[in-house]
C-alpha cells in the first residue's frame, strides 16, 4: 500500500511542484487578488479547468485562515463521496465498464476482480469486447491471474449476446460478482453508443436491477479530452461512477476534481500502474493532499 501511494504522489509531483510556487505553506497572511489570480492559474494548469478553477478559489478566499488549509478543504468538497457502491442485498453483484479504447478497461478489470476475489468473492467475468481478437485474449491473461472465470465466445460475436451469456450463467452458477468488459471502439462512434446501450438492456433482461453499477474507465493523462468521454459516453451507458488511470505518469490530477464537479460521479477507483496491485479505493482527502504542497507547521 505504501509504495503504490508513493506512485500516486510522484505521479502527481509536478502539479504539486507548481502549485507549490504559488501556494506558500502555512501561512496566516491573507493572499493578495494578484497571488489568488496565480493560484488559479496553477489549478487551470494542473487541469482542474477554468471554470472549477476559479470556484476553488472564490471558496478557499472566503475563508480568513491558512489559504492553503482553505483551498484544500475547498477541493476535497468537490471530491468527496458519500454515495456507496449499489450492492444488491442478495444475488450476484453486476458491473459494466465502459470507456474509450486504451484507457485501462480490461487492465482495471483484472484489478477489480484481483480486489474481490482476495475479499473471497467468486467473480465472472464477461469478454464482450469482440472487436479486437486480441482484446479477448488479454482479459483472459488478466482473468486468471485473478483467479476468476470467464465468459467469452466465438471472435466477433455479438458483445451483447456475450454480456447476456455472462450475467445469466453467472446467475446460475451462483457468482457474487459478474464484470462485463466492453469494446471502446467499433467502425463508428454512433454503432458503439448504440451496442453499449443494447449490451445494457440485455443485462437488465437477464437479471432486473442489473448492472448495479455503471464504471467509465478514464486516462488521467488525455486532460480535457477525459470531459469529452465521459459526456459523450454518460446518458447512453447510465454511467454511475469513475475510475481514472494512469495517475502514476504524466497526468496533473486535477482533472479528477473537474470530472466529479462536472458530472457529479463519484470516483470509485484510480489506477497507479500496469500491475494488478496498482489500483487504489479513490480517497478524497489522500488525493488532494497528494496534489497539494504539504502543509507544514
Ligand atoms: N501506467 C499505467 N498504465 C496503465 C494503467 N492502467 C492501464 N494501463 C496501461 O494502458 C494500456 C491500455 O490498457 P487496456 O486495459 O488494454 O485498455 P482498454 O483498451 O481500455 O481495455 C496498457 O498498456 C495498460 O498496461 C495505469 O493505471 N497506469
Ligand atoms: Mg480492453
Not at 482542474?48 to 480568513?64: I, P, S, T
Not at 484544500?72 to 471530491?79: D, F, G, I, N, P
Not at 468527496?80 to 465498464?97: I, K, M, R, T, Y
Not at 474509450?100 to 467473480?123: C, H, P
Request: glycine share 10%; with cysteine.
Amino acid at each position: 500500500m505504501a509504495s503504490i501511494f508513493s506512485r500516486l504522489t510522484k505521479g502527481l509531483g509536478r502539479s504539486r511542484d507548481s502549485l507549490a510556487q504559488v501556494l506558500p505553506s502555512k501561512t496566516e497572511k491573507q493572499l493578495s487578488e494578484s497571488e489568488w489570480m496565480d493560484v488559479e492559474d496553477g489549478l487551470i494548469m494542473a487541469d482542474c479547468g477554468a471554470e472549477l478553477a476559479m470556484a476553488l478559489v472564490e471558496k478557499a478566499k472566503k475563508e480568513l485562515r491558512d489559504p492553503l488549509a482553505s483551498l484544500k478543504q475547498a477541493m476535497t468538497a468537490k471530491v468527496e463521496n458519500h454515495a456507496p457502491v449499489q450492492h444488491p442485498d442478495s444475488g450476484p453483484f453486476v458491473l459494466l465498464v465502459i470507456g474509450v479504447n486504451g484507457t485501462g478497461k480490461t487492465t482495471t478489470i483484472g484489478k477489480l476482480a484481483t480486489l474481490f476475489a482476495n475479499d473471497g468473492k467468486r467473480v465472472l467475468v464477461g469478454a464482450a469486447d469482440t472487436f479486437r481478437a486480441a482484446a479477448v485474449e488479454q482479459l483472459a491473461v488478466w482473468v486468471e491471474r485473478a483467479g476468476a472465470d470467464m465468459i467469452r465466445q466465438h471472435d466477433g460475436a455479438d458483445p451483447a449476446a456475450v454480456a447476456f451469456d455472462t450475467v445469466q450463467s453467472g446467475l446460475s452458477r451462483g457468482y457474487d460478482v459478474i464484470i462485463v468488459d466492453t469494446a471502446g471502439r467499433v467502425q463508428t462512434d454512433r454503432g458503439l453508443m448504440d451496442e453499449l446501450a443494447k449490451v445494457r438492456r440485455v443485462i437488465t433482461k437477464a437479471y432486473p436491477n442489473a448492472p448495479h453499477e455503471v464504471w467509465q474507465v478514464v486516462d488521467g493523462g488525455t486532460g480535457q479530452n477525459a470531459v469529452v468521454q465521459v459526456e459523450k459516453f454518460h446518458d447512453v451507458a447510465g454511467t454511475t461512477g469513475l475510475i481514472v488511470t494512469k495517475l502514476d505518469g504524466s497526468a496533473k490530477g486535477g482533472i479528477v476534481l473537474q470530472l466529479a464537479d462536472r458530472f457529479r460521479l463519484p470516483i470509485r477507483y484510480i489506477g497507479v500502474g500496469e500491475t494488478l496491485e496498482d489500483l487504489m479505493p479513490f480517497d478524497a482527502e489522500a488525493f488532494v493532499s497528494s496534489l497539494l504542497p504539504e502543509e507544514k507547521d
